[in-house]
């Protein structure tokens, strides 16, 4: 996906439900203050939201 952008086989609602886990594992993770648990899922967090944005971008450019 990232060499080629190309996102058609990727499902927006389910990147979208994925990204709304990792982040609320995030938030559990601060507030028990538990670092492996912040650090995993904030980069999960990241990369499946990374993903998300190149697969919105792409439906909108249609």
């Given at each position: 996906m990232i060499r080629t952008g190309d996102?058609?086989?990727i499902?927006?609602?389910m990147y979208a439900l994925t990204v709304i886990g990792f982040a609320l594992?995030?938030?559990f993770g601060i507030l028990r203050?538990?670092?492996?648990?912040i650090l995993t899922n904030s980069i999960c967090f990241c990369l499946s939201?990374?993903?998300l944005i190149r697969k919105i971008r792409a439906h909108t450019q249609r």
């Open positions: 996102t058609a086989a499902s927006a609602r594992w995030t938030a203050t538990e670092w492996p648990i939201g990374y993903i």
